[in-house]
């Protein structure tokens, strides 16, 4: 069984910066992408980023472009989402996901398989 576990969400005031991070066990995810997406109150899930292990391409949505990064520590099978410049259009639950084939770090849900709790993100005013 895989298990994806995200931390790091918490309250932040507009202009500040998160980490989160997605722990991965029950499986090594050194072969697939792993990707981020949120879904706020009354919003459909939304693709946030995504980066791919073996051929070091990443994949943002337009809305973060310049704020969040991505990246992954192999050693550890985790990866992370570096969020700046927080706004609370920003505010929602983070879904950490991981794919099951494929090498591409795509943009559509149902390309994951794999997928964590959320941890909620929330940016006051």
């Known amino acids: 069984q895989v298990q994806l576990v995200e931390s790091g969400g918490g309250l932040v005031q507009a202009g500040g910066s998160l980490r989160l991070s997605c722990a991965a066990s029950?499986?090594?995810?050194?072969?697939?992408?792993v990707a981020w997406f949120r879904q706020a109150p009354g919003k459909e899930r939304a693709f946030v980023a995504a980066i791919s292990w073996t051929i070091s391409r990443t994949n943002y949505a337009d809305s973060v472009k310049g704020r969040f990064t991505i990246s992954r520590d192999n050693a550890k099978n985790t990866v992370y989402l570096q969020m700046n410049s927080l706004s609370p259009e920003d505010t929602a639950v983070y879904y950490c996901a991981a794919r099951a084939q494929g090498l591409l770090p795509t943009a559509g849900p149902n390309d994951y398989a794999y997928w964590g709790q959320g941890t909620q993100v929330t940016v006051s005013s």
């Open positions: 029950g499986r090594t995810f050194s072969n697939y992408p």
